[in-house]
């Protein structure tokens, strides 16, 4: 947990689909504990399909939980209308693909003051737009004004969508894979720009992504999520250079700077509406099938019995 005030929480958040024609419900997030500091900068890792991006849009008020607890500022969240407008001005959300989030036949300055016409804020929109393309890093901000999508390059498209955000002020970003469409050259100053808004704004952010890489490059404290739970999470120094869970080891093994050998996971995550008993990485956990557990006498708590996120790891062996 951080040890800044959360501004933001989940507690024993679960979100379960229903199964269509009588098919089995699938459970996306399965009771997980999250908090996010002011300031703070979250990681949330995992592969696709491990619920990442269901919690993401539970936090943000999209998804009611089936249980469990939104917190904003330690209060519940409401659902009701008017609140989930006032929540959602102040916890804004950056998407992945720039060119699926803006309207192709709006200007960017059209699609820089969406925001603040839905959400009916005063003053002056011209001056409000010009900041927010400004601390998005794109200068001159009126050269931009007249632009569509189609004129810019993908990293002008993505500050474009991060300028839309700041536009209301908020105190939360939600940032889905916010560089993974983008040139491995222009991910590095949309991440050095998120960093300065933290510094100059003091703006919150949950980065959700699957590179274990830009976690260690942006991030305050990481989380681990497989299969609809958190695995491991602490201070990202601490779970990028001293791993604990097989499944963090196994994403850190992979990467180019890795000095480890690639620990290749077999199979596929289990289907969310047949999680396995016991441990639910077990049927692809190294540790398992090497005989490590076995030796550790932990095998069939592996096989039986769901280990709980205790000291930051939630793993049989640790």
Same mark, same amino acid.
């Given at each position: 947990?951080?040890?800044?005030?959360?501004?933001?929480?989940?507690?024993?958040?679960?979100?379960?689909?229903?199964?269509?024609?009588?098919?089995?419900?699938?459970?996306?997030?399965?009771?997980?504990?999250?908090?996010?500091?002011?300031?703070?900068?979250?990681?949330?890792?995992?592969?696709?399909?491990?619920?990442?991006?269901?919690?993401?849009?539970?936090?943000?008020?999209?998804?009611?939980?089936?249980?469990?607890?939104?917190?904003?500022?330690?209060?519940?969240?409401?659902?009701?209308?008017?609140?989930?407008?006032?929540?959602?001005?102040?916890?804004?959300?950056?998407?992945?693909?720039?060119?699926?989030? /803006?309207?192709?036949?709006?200007?960017?300055?059209? +699609? =820089?003051?969406?925001?603040? @016409? &839905?959400?009916?804020? %005063?003053?002056? #929109?011209?001056?409000?737009?010009?900041?927010?393309?400004?601390?998005?890093?794109?200068?001159?901000?009126?050269?931009?004004?007249?632009?569509?999508?189609?004129?810019?390059?993908?990293?002008?498209?993505?500050?474009?969508?991060?300028?839309?955000?700041?536009?209301?002020?908020?105190?939360?970003?939600?940032?889905?894979?916010?560089?993974?469409?983008?040139?491995?050259?222009?991910?590095?100053?949309?991440?050095?720009?998120?960093?300065?808004?933290?510094?100059?704004?003091?703006?919150?952010?949950?980065?959700?992504?699957?590179?274990?890489? /830009?976690?260690?490059?942006?991030?305050?404290?990481? +989380? =681990?999520?497989?299969?609809? @739970? &958190?695995?491991?999470? %602490?201070?990202? #120094?601490?779970?990028?250079?001293?791993?604990?869970?097989?499944?963090?080891?196994?994403?850190?093994?992979?990467?180019?700077?890795?000095?480890?050998?690639?620990?290749?996971?077999?199979?596929?995550?289990?289907?969310?509406?047949?999680?396995?008993?016991?441990?639910?990485?077990?049927?692809?956990?190294?540790?398992?099938?090497?005989?490590?557990?076995?030796?550790?006498?932990?095998?069939?708590?592996?096989?039986?019995?769901?280990?709980?996120?205790?000291?930051?790891?939630?793993?049989?062996?640790?």
């Amino acid at each position: 947990m951080s040890t800044r005030p959360p501004v933001l929480s989940a507690d024993e958040l679960r979100v379960v689909f229903p199964g269509r024609r009588g098919a089995p419900s699938a459970s996306a997030v399965d009771g997980v504990d999250l908090a996010i500091g002011a300031g703070e900068i979250v990681a949330l890792v995992g592969e696709s399909g491990c619920g990442k991006s269901t919690l993401a849009r539970a936090l943000l008020g999209l998804v009611e939980p089936t249980a469990g607890v939104v917190s904003f500022d330690g209060r519940p969240l409401s659902y009701g209308t008017r609140a989930l407008k006032e929540y959602r001005r102040r916890v804004q959300l950056v998407l992945q693909d720039p060119s699926g989030s /803006l309207n192709p036949r709006h200007t960017v300055y059209e +699609a =820089v003051a969406e925001g603040l @016409r &839905i959400h009916g804020r %005063g003053g002056d #929109e011209r001056a409000a737009v010009a900041d927010a393309l400004a601390q998005a890093g794109l200068r001159p901000p009126e050269r931009f004004f007249l632009r569509y999508p189609h004129e810019l390059s993908g990293g002008q498209r993505q500050r474009v969508v991060i300028a839309g955000a700041l536009v209301l002020r908020p105190e939360v970003i939600i940032a889905d894979e916010p560089v993974a469409s983008l040139d491995a050259s222009v991910r590095g100053e949309i991440l050095a720009l998120l960093l300065r808004l933290r510094e100059e704004l003091g703006v919150a952010a949950l980065v959700v992504t699957h590179d274990l890489g /830009l976690a260690w490059n942006i991030a305050d404290r990481v +989380a =681990v999520m497989y299969l609809g @739970r &958190i695995v491991e999470s %602490g201070p990202v #120094e601490d779970v990028l250079t001293d791993a604990r869970h097989p499944y963090t080891r196994a994403l850190l093994s992979v990467l180019p700077e890795s000095a480890e050998p690639p620990a290749i996971l077999t199979g596929e995550p289990p289907d969310p509406s047949r999680i396995p008993p016991g441990c639910r990485f077990h049927i692809r956990c190294p540790s398992l099938t090497s005989g490590e557990a076995a030796g550790a006498g932990v095998a069939e708590r592996c096989r039986r019995e769901e280990p709980e996120l205790l000291r930051g790891v939630a793993c049989h062996l640790r």
